[in-house]
């Protein structure tokens, strides 16, 4: 493929035989049969697609990052049983169950990706973004991570370290960005607005107020 | 049996760019909300694990084209089929046509939002202790697998680095054939840019994965 050809995981609902109802069709069909089936009960399905649309997302994480940044015993407990302290916020369940948290310094910078399939800590960050679940991202994250944080307008300077993370396995991992300077007098709330979705990811900085 | 995964894309040339998305945006249809939600309701149901959906997505033929919510659907289809739970006559027409062979269970809304949080926890008591040590020197497995594994290629025959022993956690590679959990040691493993990419490689670079115990053997 070559690197200006569309990406085919950009592309939403067009299949190769069809147009882009075709997706809408088939999956109205196969959620016709499966309720006829007795398989689904249709308000599970509303009650599924409410949690992770509007319930579950990455302000959950934002506040477990902003927690370790203003309290050194929840900071250390994060880093030594990241399981236990982000289910003392709450935050619990399905993709989160063996959490490790990763804390980035000014020597190295951490960065997650599952080169295999789409592994993302779910009960403090929701739903991957697309870019997560793509060809480009988990091809290039483990081989030129720089050249992928560039597309995301981040540079780092060349002495800090990037450890690269690939969830191959269940645990889900959380990357605590560092704290941006002139913050000392932000509440705990503040800051969670500084902490961005990729900078729990390892694509973005947390960003100042 | 030859078995084809086509999403070990890590180390791939020739992808391209990754163009960032904002916050917030994760639905670009109304069918992929659907998508999630069968897939996690069917999931629910015990018909089949997370190992088995894993791997009914990747070996899909034509997996490279397609977006990731239809892999998600042409997965759940492929499983549903395997199991003779719907025929294609019955997408086709939209509407049941055979009998409903019965399921272990049928998640219901009340019951969704203890599912979530109980989650499916991997870890299982250890049977034996483990094999390697933090800071132990390992080399993992060069010859390809004929199964579902998630030993990524880029990292197979490569000398790495124990960092942490993550406890007894369910096999992948039997869990998704339905050759049951056979929990082993896992590890995280961390190598060298060098190690994976050559000497090209910008210095500076550590890659982990996480590895069961019998990916694994000791570094010569």
Redesign the interface.
């Known amino acids: 493929?070559?690197?200006?050809?569309p990406?085919?995981?950009?592309?939403?609902?067009?299949?190769?035989d069809g147009g882009?109802g075709d997706?809408?069709?088939?999956?109205?069909?196969?959620?016709?049969?499966?309720a006829?089936?007795?398989?689904?009960?249709p308000?599970?399905?509303?009650?599924?697609?409410d949690?992770?649309?509007r319930k579950t997302?990455?302000r959950n994480g934002a506040r477990v990052v902003a927690r370790a940044w203003v309290d050194a015993e929840f900071r250390n407990w994060l880093l030594r049983d990241a399981t236990a302290a982000i289910a003392s916020l709450g935050y619990?369940?399905?993709?989160?169950?063996?959490m490790?948290a990763l804390e980035n310094t000014a020597s190295c910078h951490n960065l997650v990706?599952c080169?295999?399939?789409?592994c993302y800590p779910w009960p403090v960050l929701?739903?991957p973004?697309?870019?997560y679940?793509?060809?480009?991202?988990?091809?290039?994250?483990?081989?030129d991570?720089?050249g992928?944080l560039a597309?995301?307008g981040i540079r780092l300077p060349?002495?800090?370290?990037?450890?690269?993370?690939?969830?191959?396995?269940?645990?889900r991992y959380l990357v605590i960005p560092q704290r941006p300077p002139g913050t000392d007098t932000l509440s705990e709330e503040q800051l969670a607005a500084c902490v961005?979705?990729?900078s729990m990811i390892g694509?973005g900085l947390a960003r100042a107020p | 049996m030859s078995y084809r995964s086509h999403a070990d894309l890590g180390g791939e040339d020739g992808h391209g760019r990754v163009v960032p998305e904002p916050e917030g945006e994760l639905f670009h249809a109304p069918w992929e909300r659907q998508a999630l939600a069968l897939t996690l309701a069917m999931g629910a149901t015990g018909a089949w694990n997370l190992d088995m959906s894993r791997s009914a997505r990747e070996t899909l033929p034509d997996y490279s084209t397609l977006s990731y919510y239809e892999l998600w659907i042409k997965g759940l289809e492929k499983l549903l089929a395997e199991r003779g739970l719907i025929a294609a006559d019955e997408l086709d027409a939209g509407r049941m046509l055979h009998p409903a062979p019965p399921l272990d269970r049928v998640l219901r809304a009340a019951d969704v939002p203890a599912l979530l949080a109980r989650g499916a926890p991997t870890e299982r008591p250890a049977a034996a202790p483990p094999r390697f040590a933090a800071g132990e020197r390992v080399r993992t497995r060069a010859s390809r697998f004929d199964h579902h594994t998630r030993l990524p290629g880029y990292a197979r025959g490569k000398i790495g680095r124990v960092e942490h022993v993550r406890g007894v956690h369910v096999f992948a590679d039997t869990h998704a054939h339905g050759r049951g959990e056979q929990p082993q040691w896992l590890y995280t493993v961390v190598f060298s840019g060098r190690e994976l990419w050559g000497d090209d490689c910008a210095p500076g670079l550590g890659v982990s994965i996480d590895a069961w115990e019998p990916y694994l053997e000791i570094a010569p």
Do not use: N
Request: include cysteine; aromatic fraction near 6%.
């Open positions: 493929m070559a690197s200006d050809a990406q085919p995981h950009a592309r939403h609902g067009q299949t190769e882009p997706m809408e069709r088939r999956v109205r069909a196969l959620r016709t049969v499966l006829e089936k007795g398989y689904i009960d308000a599970a399905l509303d009650v599924l697609i949690t992770y649309e997302g990455p619990t369940g399905r993709q989160g169950e063996h490790v990706v080169t295999l399939c789409s929701g739903l973004p697309t870019w679940k793509s060809a480009p991202y988990r091809a290039r994250a483990v081989k991570p720089r992928v597309d995301f060349e002495s800090t370290e990037i450890r690269v993370w690939d969830s191959t396995a269940e645990v961005t979705r990729d694509t």
